[in-house]
């Protein structure tokens, strides 16, 4: 070989093997920079703890437990020190656990199907998430080790066991960034005095964080006491010691509804941990403020939290930069996914989500339903936490985000704070029945459970909607499943994939739903049907859309039409 030609390939070769260096070396400073090191427990002897399973459905350690109900509902009672709570309940619900992780990562993979942008996504978090340790309390990374050592191990190629535990319990805050998904769409409310039938406090919420009906199914109803603070319930799932709906033992009450956010550039605490600190350690509404006040959060939320001992319900409406206190003008207070106080009102993010999406809507939905003047009980509540309608009761289609009931929910749930009672919806969304639960029973005659017993109270079990045996429903379900299906034909281009009367029995499905014509236009648009786009378009636009850009993309598409015609 010449020698100018050796010199050449030489250089080259050193130039690649720099590339190479610089790659290897940037990895390994990315792995050492986002890794986060465990907290290292004073006492580890409950890691050799053994779980007995005397039955089917029930497990326990000690006086812990974990049981399955008749009406499919999970129950978990846990005590003791931080890193101990954490390890048993690892040890109950390390089925749960494996369960709800595949569910997640499934529907991420169905959201986002690409697997460069899921490489993406998976250092974009670990990135963002890099200190998200130094910004949880001691008791809190203890507890989330301890059930991390139950994690399973086949979803390791997304990191350690503990770094993927810590990491979820942001999901609730990371789906403000993806909004346009409808991840998050929750609604929630408190009466009393002249609005409540016994003149007690009662809340209601639904929590409609959506990732998919695998990821609803197996939910949990944590009843918790904790060496330091109050003894309290939750509804969570395998995994998530955060909150999202609870109520301690003193009669406060938490919940926690989205507001439209910046894309945060950084970890600070997640929302659902800051409402977890309120509900273990505050007794009033002046000390779940403190608490909020205290923390840093890196999104905004709406955190409704009705106090026994104060009689009423407030908002807290917490940005990562301001804080206020929404306090009721009368005997009930609405809240839905905008801010309401005058700290955050000209907030132009707020503005633009009241203009653009579907919370305002539905707090006027909501508005109108509680300024009835029939006083209400839990059982009209949770008539309301199961309404459809829409304004002044308009048929609004099915499923639709400006309803109070989009049926997604992964949860419903009802507090009663004075009399420390508290009900759950259960399967399907809100339309099964809510069974009820006594806090006090609960923590004085079920700690310790030695068999598999009912613990709910079921002369106060809320019927199932009348929904759920009508023909409406069964029309809802086939919706669903033909929903998937076109979008996946859409998809795939595959156009000739229809059966002949397909077209016909979707429409009948969900006729007073926009998507169902959105996805038909779609389909004629995609086989160079114009006419037949144009017409399913237009007909989408005259229903009721719950977002701006939803309705914007539907008229950019019949322009697109209209031009090709």
């Known amino acids: 070989m010449p020698d100018h030609k050796h010199r050449r390939v030489k250089r080259i070769g050193w130039v690649l093997l720099l590339i190479v260096a610089i790659a290897a070396g940037f990895s390994i400073w990315f792995s050492f920079r986002t890794q986060i090191q465990p907290p290292k427990p004073v006492n580890i002897e409950s890691v050799s703890l053994i779980v007995d399973n005397p039955e089917s459905g029930f497990y326990r350690i000690g006086p812990n437990w974990l049981k399955q109900s008749s009406t499919g509902l999970w129950e978990m009672y846990i005590e003791g020190k931080p890193f101990d709570r954490g390890v048993i309940n690892?040890?109950?619900?390390?089925?749960?656990?494996?369960?709800?992780?595949?569910?997640f990562i499934d529907q991420i993979r169905e959201m986002i199907p690409s697997d460069f942008y899921l490489r993406f996504l998976k250092y974009f978090i670990y990135w963002f998430n890099r200190d998200l340790d130094k910004h949880l309390t001691e008791e809190?990374?203890?507890?989330?080790?301890?059930?991390?050592?139950s994690a399973s191990d086949q979803f390791s190629f997304i990191g350690s066991n503990y770094q993927r535990m810590l990491n979820y319990h942001s999901a609730h805050d990371i789906g403000h960034a993806l909004q346009d998904y409808s991840l998050v769409g929750c609604t929630s409310f408190g009466i009393w005095g002249s609005k409540s039938k016994d003149s007690s406090l009662i809340i209601g919420r639904n929590f409609d964080f959506y990732v998919g009906d695998e990821f609803a199914r197996n939910k949990i109803i944590c009843f918790e006491k904790p060496e330091d603070g109050y003894g309290f319930m939750m509804v969570t799932w395998g995994g998530m010691i955060g909150t999202v709906s609870g109520m301690n033992e003193m009669g406060l009450t938490i919940t926690i509804n989205a507001a439209k956010s910046d894309i945060p550039s950084s970890a600070r605490t997640p929302i659902s941990i800051v409402a977890r600190e309120i509900l273990q350690y505050a007794k009033n509404i002046g000390e779940a403020f403190a608490i909020a006040r205290k923390r840093e959060t890196f999104v905004t939320e709406s955190i409704l939290v009705g106090s026994s001992l104060d009689k009423k319900a407030v908002i807290i409406e917490k940005s990562p930069f301001k804080i206020a206190l929404v306090l009721p003008d009368k005997d009930y207070i609405a809240c839905a996914n905008h801010f309401q106080s005058d700290e955050f009102s000209t907030d132009p993010l707020n503005i633009q989500n009241m203009k653009e999406n579907a919370s305002v809507y539905r707090y006027k939905r909501l508005v109108q339903n509680l300024s009835s003047d029939i006083p209400s009980d839990y059982q009209?509540?949770?008539?309301?936490?199961?309404?459809?309608?829409?304004?002044?009761?308009?048929?609004?289609?099915?499923?639709?985000?400006?309803?109070m009931n989009q049926l997604i929910a992964h949860h419903s749930i009802i507090f009663m704070p004075e009399k420390l009672m508290v009900w759950v919806s259960t399967s399907p969304w809100q339309i099964g029945p809510y069974v009820c639960y006594d806090l006090y029973k609960i923590f004085h005659n079920f700690?310790?459970?030695?068999?598999?017993?009912?613990?709910?109270e079921p002369d106060k079990t809320i019927s199932s909607d009348s929904f759920l045996g009508s023909n409406d429903y069964k029309r809802f379900v086939r919706f669903k499943e033909m929903r998937k299906y076109l979008k996946h034909v859409i998809r795939s281009g595959k156009t000739d994939a229809l059966p002949g009367s397909f077209i016909d029995d979707f429409r009948a499905s969900n006729p007073m739903y926009y998507e169902?014509?959105?996805?038909?236009?779609?389909?004629?648009?995609?086989?160079?049907?114009?006419?037949?786009?144009?017409?399913?378009?237009?007909?989408?636009l005259l229903l009721v859309i719950p977002r701006w850009k939803e309705k914007e993309n539907i008229i950019k598409k019949l322009v697109d039409c209209a031009d090709k015609k």
């Open 90 to 103: 690892g040890k109950l619900s390390k089925h749960l656990i494996a369960a709800q992780e595949k569910a």
């Open 140 to 149: 809190y990374k203890l507890e989330i080790y301890g059930i991390s050592l």
């Open 516 to 540: 169902v014509f959105d996805l038909i236009g779609d389909f004629y648009s995609q086989n160079g049907q114009w006419k037949l786009a144009q017409a399913e378009y237009r007909q989408a």
């Open 380 to 403: 009209s509540v949770a008539d309301i936490l199961r309404d459809q309608r829409g304004l002044n009761g308009v048929n609004i289609g099915m499923g639709n985000e400006k309803a």
């Open 447 to 456: 700690a310790g459970l030695q068999r598999k017993v009912e613990i709910t």
